[in-house]
């Protein structure tokens, strides 16, 4: 099956700085790459995702890229807030998985002012 | 985006009773609807697969008779967790894709804290 590996585990940045974390899965038929912010006792809510056709995708502060060949993809947060602490969460599916996500460990990221 | 709600937000019960948590898609229709299980700084696990108008699937190791998943509705998911015991203490939170573009994108729910005492 498929296996998420997230990194870093903790991450602290300086107000405006930027955050990036990575993410590497093992399937290589995985086609779908969300990323989830999860804030203290609340559900996930997607921030970005990206399909395999692309290799990059952006929303204003909030940049995702993927590179196939390597399995890997990775969040990139610019001009980081202290709004942006909380937990981040990369995932993984593959077509004929039945939308199933496969979640990485996550990374707390907190941004001081 | 597409919403999704659970009910209760949070419930407390006592060891042996059975605790009813709800899932519903808010504006758009769910064949398919995910149930997970998040322990205190850890990721989420998949528990079941819950299907409308067909037996869930459950994921290797979740016990089918303990956490029995109905989905009777395009609407609604539960998730039942029958003689709760202190270690199913935990946050549980339910998903469903919304097809968006031609592709299908999840969307959370709130969560529901279960204490067991």
């Known amino acids: 099956g498929e296996n998420v590996e997230q990194h870093p585990s903790t991450l602290s940045v300086q107000e405006g700085d930027s955050a990036v974390i990575k993410c590497t899965y093992s399937d290589s038929a995985s086609n779908y790459f969300p990323w989830y912010k999860q804030e203290l006792g609340k559900g996930p809510q997607l921030i970005i995702d990206?399909?395999?056709?692309?290799g990059e995708k952006k929303d204003q502060r909030i940049a995702v890229t993927l590179n196939k060949t390597a399995k890997h993809f990775s969040l990139h947060i610019t001009e980081t807030q202290p709004e942006d602490s909380a937990v981040y969460f990369c995932?993984?599916?593959?077509?004929?998985?039945?939308?199933?996500?496969?979640f990485g460990t996550g990374t707390q990221l907190k941004v001081e002012l | 985006g597409a919403v999704v709600s659970q009910h209760p937000s949070w419930v407390i019960c006592k060891s042996g009773t059975s605790v009813k948590i709800e899932c519903r898609s808010l504006d758009f229709q769910a064949t398919t609807m995910f149930w997970y299980r998040q322990f205190p700084k850890q990721s989420l696990m998949l528990m079941a697969t819950?299907?409308?108008?067909?037996?869930?699937?459950?994921e290797q190791g979740v016990e089918k008779d303990k956490f029995l998943i109905n989905h009777a509705s395009l609407t609604l998911s539960t998730l039942t967790v029958t003689s709760a015991h202190p270690e199913d203490s935990s946050f549980y939170i339910c998903?469903?894709?919304?097809?968006?573009?031609?592709?299908?994108?999840?969307?959370f729910g709130p969560g529901t804290r279960l204490t067991v005492l």
């Open positions: 990206i399909r395999s056709n692309v």
């Open positions: 995932a993984a599916s593959h077509p004929g998985g039945g939308n199933k996500l496969t």
């Open positions: 819950s299907n409308e108008g067909s037996k869930a699937t459950y």
């Open positions: 998903s469903a894709p919304a097809r968006q573009d031609s592709t299908d994108t999840q969307y």
